[in-house]
């Protein structure tokens, strides 16, 4: 089911399984969160990762959101596990993007005095259009962050495709356009989860 929401930049596949294998990822442990405010509850996507039959299913249904013949790129060092899995499964090439700035032997390509120190792996060619991917699309800020650096490097950077969308406000959407993004294809969103909010009391 191909669904719209909200916003015409905001695109929900919600596949058959991958709501199952993301919940499956949720913790009720308690945890602060970027803003040191204790909360329960939290997704840890990186879990896929022990778990290869949803790790498996979840790169087939990114795969299947990327236009064919398309570049793939990490929008940080959390989604390099996933652009590696999609570089096999679509026959594509990938760049790698850092959150921060590498300071030593910067590897974009085979000439360190050429590279961006935010860029790794091979170079592209200067057009080549790139899909982003990442695992969770929260306030788009890391996508715009990807899309930016890819941009000064001279790559086309239209759209992108995510695990969760954290939500459907407005926010997201208004910071999706503002990095330049067409379409972020989300294959679930969080509020549409089965989400547990509370975990076994600790007496």
Same mark, same amino acid.
């Given at each position: %089911?191909?669904?719209?929401?909200?916003?015409?930049?905001?695109?929900? &596949?919600?596949?058959?399984?991958?709501?199952?294998?993301?919940?499956?990822?949720?913790?009720?442990?308690? #945890?602060?969160?970027?803003? +040191?405010?204790? @909360?329960?509850?939290?997704?840890?996507?990186?879990?896929?990762?022990?778990?290869?039959?949803?790790?498996?299913?979840?790169?087939? /249904?990114?795969?299947?959101?990327?236009?064919?013949?398309?570049?793939?790129?990490?929008?940080?060092? @959390?989604?390099?596990?996933?652009? +590696?899995?999609? #570089?096999?499964?679509?026959?594509?090439?990938?760049?790698?993007?850092?959150?921060?700035?590498?300071?030593?032997?910067?590897?974009?390509?085979?000439?360190?005095?050429?590279?961006?120190?935010?860029?790794? +792996?091979?170079?592209? /060619?200067?057009?080549?259009?790139?899909?982003?991917?990442?695992?969770?699309?929260?306030?788009?800020?890391?996508?715009?962050?990807?899309?930016?650096?890819?941009?000064?490097? +001279?790559?086309? #950077?239209?759209?992108?495709?995510?695990? #969760?969308?954290?939500?459907?406000?407005?926010?997201?959407?208004? %910071?999706?356009?503002?990095?330049?993004? /067409?379409?972020?294809?989300? &294959?679930?969103?969080?509020? *549409? &989860? *089965?989400?547990?909010?509370?975990?076994?009391?600790?007496?």
């Amino acid at each position: %089911m191909i669904q719209q929401v909200d916003a015409p930049r905001i695109v929900v &596949l919600d596949p058959p399984g991958v709501a199952a294998a993301v919940v499956s990822c949720w913790s009720t442990a308690v #945890v602060r969160d970027r803003q +040191g405010q204790l @909360g329960r509850g939290f997704l840890n996507l990186k879990r896929l990762l022990g778990h290869p039959l949803n790790f498996r299913l979840v790169v087939q /249904e990114l795969a299947r959101s990327v236009p064919p013949g398309v570049a793939v790129a990490a929008c940080d060092e @959390g989604a390099w596990p996933l652009v +590696g899995a999609l #570089v096999v499964e679509l026959g594509t090439p990938a760049v790698l993007v850092r959150r921060k700035p590498k300071e030593y032997f910067v590897a974009y390509g085979d000439d360190p005095a050429l590279g961006d120190p935010r860029l790794a +792996g091979e170079r592209l /060619e200067p057009g080549t259009r790139v899909h982003l991917i990442d695992d969770l699309l929260y306030s788009g800020v890391t996508l715009g962050s990807a899309a930016s650096v890819l941009s000064l490097a +001279g790559l086309v #950077v239209r759209e992108a495709s995510v695990i #969760v969308g954290a939500d459907r406000t407005e926010r997201v959407a208004s %910071m999706v356009r503002s990095a330049g993004l /067409e379409q972020v294809t989300c &294959l679930v969103l969080a509020p *549409d &989860l *089965d989400l547990p909010t509370s975990g076994p009391r600790r007496d």
